[in-house]
């Protein structure tokens, strides 16, 4: 029963439901991407792993054992969010002695290697951080804990594309090095898309795709050209949406392509054009 086991969780906030019986495993060692839009209900399914909030119903489970309110296993476990749960008047370093307290596993040499690498002066009070560099804060104690499920809620919020790219590339250093279950909730999905090794997509509360990239990415492709030269080809085809422009068309078509035909541009979709295309309001295949 190793793994991250989310059973049947469902959540209500007024008159909002946010999550309607979600049940998804997380296994070890892999790299998630948790997409959804805003609202989809992906803070509150990271929150309800690691016992933030409470679930309505259903369970969440680590290696077989209750998350809730069972520090030991919690401690297992570690989100980055886009809150800042230290003291404001507490610097950066201070900070990091801290998290070795609660996270004894914490590599505070690690830390300040990468607030050099990052330009992050440690001797600063986390109030005086801005935006940017309060993400870097919580990225590198993020990444520098050493448990076996990190959870990452926007975790670029705020940066540059310098240090989006740096930090892509630190988290692949040492997602091989040292191996662990990563879960990255992110809008930035193009970004995101050559890392991620798993796709889990949350619409309006529910689980609507959780597989592979690779096997996701292989199921669908786009279609191009004159209206006419369009509508003939998909006839009877399973389409999940379409667009047109003038006298083009293009549609995203679930299948295996026809290469050979004529006066048409086929093409893999790429993931971010996926996601939109299976989250949006009209989203869902037609014959």
Not at 79 to 93: D, I, L, S
Not at 174 to 184: G, L, S, V
Request: charge should be negative; glycine fraction near 8%.
């Amino acid at each position: 029963m190793n793994g991250l086991k989310v059973v049947n969780v469902s959540k209500r906030f007024g008159d909002v439901q946010a999550l309607k019986n979600v049940s998804i495993d997380f296994n070890e060692n892999k790299i998630y991407g948790l997409l959804g839009r805003n609202g989809a209900g992906k803070s509150t399914l990271l929150n309800i792993i690691t016992g933030k909030i409470f679930a309505d119903e259903g369970s969440v489970s680590l290696d077989g054992e209750c998350i809730p309110e069972n520090d030991r296993v919690l401690s297992k476990l570690f989100m980055m969010g886009e809150r800042n749960y230290y003291p404001a008047g507490m610097t950066v370093v201070d900070a990091f002695r801290w998290t070795k307290e609660f996270y004894p596993g914490f590599d505070a040499e690690r830390a300040f290697r990468l607030s050099k690498d990052f330009g992050l002066n440690i001797k600063s009070k986390i109030k005086s951080l801005s935006t940017g560099y309060s993400s870097i804060f919580r990225l590198i104690t993020a990444l520098c804990v050493n448990v076996p499920y990190v959870l990452l809620d926007e975790p670029v919020l705020g940066l540059d594309a310098n240090h989006r790219d740096l930090f892509y590339r630190i988290l692949i250093e040492q997602y091989a090095e040292n191996p662990a279950t990563f879960i990255i909730s992110t809008h930035l999905i193009e970004e995101v898309s050559g890392i991620i090794e798993e796709v889990v997509i949350i619409r309006e509360g529910e689980i609507i795709r959780n597989e592979s990239r690779e096997s996701l990415l292989s199921k669908y492709y786009c279609v191009s050209g004159r209206i006419s030269d369009v509508d003939g080809y998909i006839a009877g085809k399973r389409v999940l949406a379409s667009e047109t422009l003038g006298g083009l068309k293009t549609a995203y078509v679930e299948g295996v392509p026809d290469i050979n035909s004529p006066n048409l541009e086929i093409s893999k979709m790429d993931l971010q054009k996926l996601f939109i295309q299976l989250t949006n309001s009209q989203g869902g295949i037609t014959e």
